[in-house]
């Protein structure tokens, strides 16, 4: 299980790192008409955990579905139990912190004449 939560981080954080460097002009015109730091970070971290929220929306619900085909397998845990749910989507939400926080903290710290010398 540690396997998936380590891959969907390393690609989340790919993803994110991807998006904040292809954004990097964008970021630094913000960041030289006056955006804070603060801003640029909740930017980032918003978007990202609108993705997170978006793939637990959509899987949440295939993997009860499917939890009951492999109730068999599932001992002492019953299907669908909304403590072992919480738990998963809480430990996800909390991965993806973790892996955005780096780009984000990038764009955050990006100096506004560097980003716009790139283009």
Do not use: H
Not at 99 to 117: G, I, K
Request: charged content about 15%; some cysteine; hydrophobic content about 55%.
């Amino acid at each position: 299980m540690r396997k998936w939560l380590l891959l969907a981080s390393i690609g989340l954080y790919g993803v994110i790192s991807y998006s904040v460097a292809r954004r990097t002009n964008e970021i630094g015109i913000r960041m030289a008409l006056g955006a804070l730091p603060a801003n640029i970070l909740g930017e980032v971290l918003s978007k990202s955990l609108l993705m997170v929220a978006l793939g637990l929306a959509a899987g949440l619900p295939t993997a009860l579905a499917c939890g009951r085909l492999v109730s068999s397998q599932l001992y002492g845990v019953k299907t669908g139990d909304p403590w072992l749910v919480g738990c998963a989507a809480a430990v996800l939400i909390a991965a993806a912190l973790a892996a955005t926080f780096l780009p984000a903290r990038r764009a955050a710290l990006l100096d506004p004449v560097t980003a716009l010398r790139e283009e």
